[in-house]
């Protein structure tokens, strides 16, 4: 405001000078003063008239210098005061950060760091400036180390971390380095990011151990599973060992049958739970036949029909005694279905093509090529070549084609 009255007395001046002079000026020679101004009577008068007439011009261009110069101090002052202020945001906000944050040039030499790191490291900003190195401040090193990821992040140009522990505190940290570059690409000076992270690595080890607890425990189980398992299975081959000792001739067929099932459904691609469930259910698909009177078993004629009606009927009474036992549930459409004919024409629900679950048509093939190659009371076994010409002949009609196919593979396969 100052600045600015003054300006204005200025310009004025030098108006009220030169009007001054021209009131004279006519009142000393009248009319012809403009004349007699511009051609003095003596030599020194020019100089005179120059000065009169520069005076209102020279207070005008000063008056208006001295407002700009007012106007820049006052643009001085406002961008002064926003730097400050500016300033003094960043500062609260780099100290109040929840990390340490630290600031070194291109020779390691601490040149600022924030709250955190003078709390932690119990000292004054006054102390870290005086010439003291990040390695003697963070690593307690009076020289840096070979692993020092602030000399390596010069050579790597990005961020280089390093994980130490505070013996003195007994904390755990990870420090991040990253350098500054200029625009010549040379580095300038260097962030530091100093995080506590031993509560974090203390949830990591409780979680390590809790994991290897978990494994454990697993470990254990496996072995408790592999045990009952090792228990069922027996379970199932004595079980399938006493079916087939009901007759002498059938000694064996079902583990036969389940060796040849288990061979079309790997052969097929089946899951490993699948072939599994295979298995067992190919062990006790004639479970049925213990209810069945031995003398019809080891008849050598032929049967009647009431006899072979009896035999059919073993399919239905294998599912009802297996029923009740848990575990066994998904293996009883083998043993129901086992005799059913893809063209519709077996027992004893007259299923057809692929109404009759996939694991019971394997468990045909297999159990039909087995009784075809083994001795029965009312005949020889055949030969494997005859056999495999009987899976050819019905295939499509009493055998689903794409198992009698994965089947001959096999057997080819073991010659």
């Known amino acids: 405001m100052k600045e600015n009255k003054l300006a204005i007395f200025i310009a004025l001046c030098g108006w009220v000078v ?76 780099f100290d109040s950060m929840p990390y340490g944050v630290m600031l070194t040039d291109s020779n390691n030499t601490i040149i600022r760091a924030n709250k955190y790191i003078l709390n932690l490291f119990d000292t004054s900003i006054e102390t870290l400036l005086l010439n003291k190195k990040c390695y003697d401040l963070i690593c307690k090193k009076i020289k840096p180390t070979n692993f020092c990821p602030a000399i ?52 990591e080890n409780k979680l390590t151990q809790s994991k290897n607890a978990f494994f454990n425990m697993l470990k254990d189980l496996n072995s408790a599973y592999k045990e009952l398992k090792d228990i069922y299975d027996s379970l199932i081959i004595m079980l399938s060992n006493i079916i087939d000792a009901k007759s002498t001739w059938t000694k064996g067929h079902s583990v036969e049958t389940a060796r040849y099932a288990a061979a079309i459904a790997i052969e097929m691609g089946l899951h490993d739970r699948d072939i599994e469930t295979l298995r067992t259910g190919a062990l006790l ?11 019809i078993l080891d008849k ?28 066994l549930e998904k293996i009883l459409p ?58 050819k002949r019905y295939s499509g009609i009493q055998f689903d084609s794409a198992v009698v196919e994965a089947f001959l593979i096999k057997l080819e396969q073991e010659g």
């Open 18 to 93: 030169l009007v001054t002079f021209s009131l004279h000026e006519y009142a000393t020679h009248g009319f012809i003063s403009f004349t007699h101004f511009f051609i003095p009577q003596h030599p020194i008068d020019v100089v005179f008239r120059i000065i009169i007439l520069s005076a209102p011009v020279g207070s005008t261009i000063t008056a208006y210098l001295i407002s700009e110069r007012d106007k820049l101090l006052g643009k001085t002052k406002l961008s002064e005061k926003q730097l400050r202020h500016a300033a003094n945001e960043w500062m609260t906000t």
């Open 152 to 203: 390596k992040s010069v050579v790597t140009q990005k961020t280089e971390l390093l994980e130490y522990f505070d013996h003195d505190k007994g904390n755990i940290y990870t420090e991040s380095i990253t350098p500054i570059f200029d625009k010549k690409g040379s580095v300038v000076s260097k962030v530091h990011v100093l995080i506590d992270i031993t509560d974090i690595k203390e949830k």
């Open 334 to 391: 083998l043993i129901r279905s086992h005799h059913e004919r893809v063209d519709g024409t077996g027992y004893p629900d007259r299923l057809k093509g692929d109404e009759i679950p996939l694991l019971a048509r394997i468990l045909c093939v297999a159990d039909s090529y087995d009784a075809m190659i083994s001795d029965r009371p009312y005949r020889p076994g055949c030969k494997k070549e005859y056999a495999i010409s009987e899976l």
């Open 300 to 327: 050598p004629d032929k049967l009647d029909d009431k006899e072979f009606s009896l035999i059919r009927n073993h399919t239905l009474k294998g599912e009802e005694l297996l029923s009740p036992i848990k575990g």
């Open 285 to 295: 698909h004639d479970i049925g036949k213990i209810e069945t009177y031995d003398i």
